[in-house]
T-cell receptor, first 111, second 112 residues
Framework: SQQGEEDPQALSIQEGENATMNCSYK?????LQWYRQNSGRGLVHLIL?????REKHSGRLRVTLDTSKKSSSLLITASRAADTASYFC???????????FGKGTRLSVIA | NAGVTQTPKFRVLKTGQSMTLLCAQD?????MYWYRQDPGMGLRLIHY???????AKGEVPDGYNVSRLKKQNFLLGLESAAPSQTSVYFC???????????FGPGTRLTVL
């Protein structure tokens, strides 16, 4: 069963704008990961944030984690048309079971 | 390094036929996974393996079998295909279960 729920399901923005996607989960986690999937391709890992971290950056990506609210957000700054993809969060609950993926947010960046 | 590869890329089956999907990884990863992806459903775990010779059921294992005879290969079998198994199948691997997974390009399967 899905642990993470992304919000919104779909997002359309203009090139140069920032895109924010959210992920909420139900049970305590060890870490939370974000993945990107371009149309017709496999998922690609973007960033991992551990439960004792609050914020992490990677290039134009910024991920926050609020364990008290059981939520995470992925911010893509200065978006480009190439950022058009689906974005998934995945949670690690115990380290002894596989990651659980959400249903994803479809991001469209219009040039 | 090729990473994770999947064979075949596309396949069309008739109801009742059988087939095997092959996943191979060259990263010496212990953990391997098979997912299916359907519109609006996200990724659902079918079976996974925590090492050579091991397999375990995921969220949606019915109608599928798997084998991990070699560390680098993870096979997914459909013994009697059904239209409900029409989907895109992804294989993934990871060094540690909690860490990032590396995905293959996917196999698009249609069952008529």
């Amino acid at each position: 069963s899905q642990q993470g729920e992304e919000d919104p399901q779909a997002l359309s923005i203009q090139e140069g704008e920032n895109a924010t996607m959210n992920c909420s989960y139900k049970t305590s986690i060890n870490n939370l990961q974000w993945y990107r999937q371009n149309s017709g391709r496999g998922l690609v890992h973007l960033i991992l944030i551990r439960s004792n971290e609050r914020e992490k950056h990677s290039g134009r990506l910024r991920v926050t984690l609020d364990t008290s609210k059981k939520s995470s957000s992925l911010l893509i700054t200065a978006s480009r048309a190439a950022d058009t993809a689906s974005y998934f969060c995945a949670t690690d609950n115990s380290g002894n079971t596989p990651l659980v993926f959400g249903k994803g947010t479809r991001l469209s960046v219009i040039a | 390094n090729a990473g994770v590869t999947q064979t075949p890329k596309f396949r069309v089956l008739k109801t009742g036929q059988s087939m095997t999907l092959l996943c191979a990884q060259d990263m010496n990863h212990e953990y391997m996974y098979w997912y299916r992806q359907d519109p609006g459903m996200g990724l659902r775990l079918i079976h996974y393996s925590v090492g050579e010779g091991t397999t375990a059921k995921g969220e949606v294992p019915d109608g599928y079998n798997v084998s991990r005879l070699k560390k680098q290969n993870f096979l997914l079998g459909l013994e009697s295909a059904a239209p409900s198994q029409t989907s895109v199948y992804f294989c993934a691997s990871s060094y540690v279960q909690a860490n990032e997974q590396f995905f293959g390009p996917g196999t698009r399967l249609t069952v008529l």
